[in-house]
């Protein structure tokens, strides 16, 4: 059977971390594709040698619970990359990233940050569009069906900000690896 691909493409895992792989202008081959599929699901992501979390002194159990699939999805260009990071159900704070560039993170009011562990606001005004209203509400549904105690949600913006697609759902972001200044912790013990 012959498959029928997009001309640009990701192929990638249903469980994991960084596993894609991106094909553009078609060219690819086959051979190559269902290599680096089976590698991708030949990996137990639950027991992953470096992934384990620390001072929990496990690996990443919720990986045991999900199918291993190969996806493959058309590449999108020109988008932004938008992550949210909830706890019990509370926006906490928001990332941004353009291709190429840093990261910009906000506040839970949405006031872009000069310095992400100090909570220190910049000067710099962030504007709330529709778009991301539409955002936190597709978050809060979320959470009011499935109830995580705590979740990154990741998403996709277009260029213009008229748009936006559903990325994934991570329930350990940074492999909880993720440093934050004791400044930071106060700041989300009163939230």
Do not use: W
């Not at 909830?86 to 839970?108: A, H, L, R, S």
């Amino acid at each position: 059977r012959k498959l029928k691909l997009p001309q640009n493409f990701v192929l990638k895992c249903s469980t994991g971390a960084r596993m894609f792989h991106i094909v553009k202008d078609g060219k690819y081959s086959i051979d190559e594709l269902v290599k680096k599929s089976k590698y991708f699901l030949s990996i137990d992501f639950s027991n992953h040698g470096y992934r384990s979390i620390p001072f929990f002194y496990f690996k990443e159990p919720h990986y045991d619970y999900t199918e291993k699939k190969i996806l493959i999805e058309e590449y999108l260009d020109d988008i932004t990359e938008f992550r949210i990071m909830m706890v019990e159900g509370k926006i906490i704070y928001y990332e941004k990233t353009n291709p190429g560039e840093d990261c910009i993170q906000f506040n839970k009011d949405f006031q872009e940050l000069k310095d992400f562990n100090s909570m220190k606001i910049s000067t710099k005004k962030a504007e709330k569009n529709n778009t991301i209203q539409r955002i936190e509400n597709f978050c809060k549904e979320f959470y009011k069906k499935e109830k995580f105690n705590l979740t990154r949600m990741d998403f996709y913006l277009k260029k213009d900000m008229s748009d936006f697609y559903f990325g994934e759902v991570t329930f350990t972001p940074e492999n909880c690896r993720y440093k934050y200044s004791k400044n930071f912790n106060e700041y989300f013990k009163k939230l």
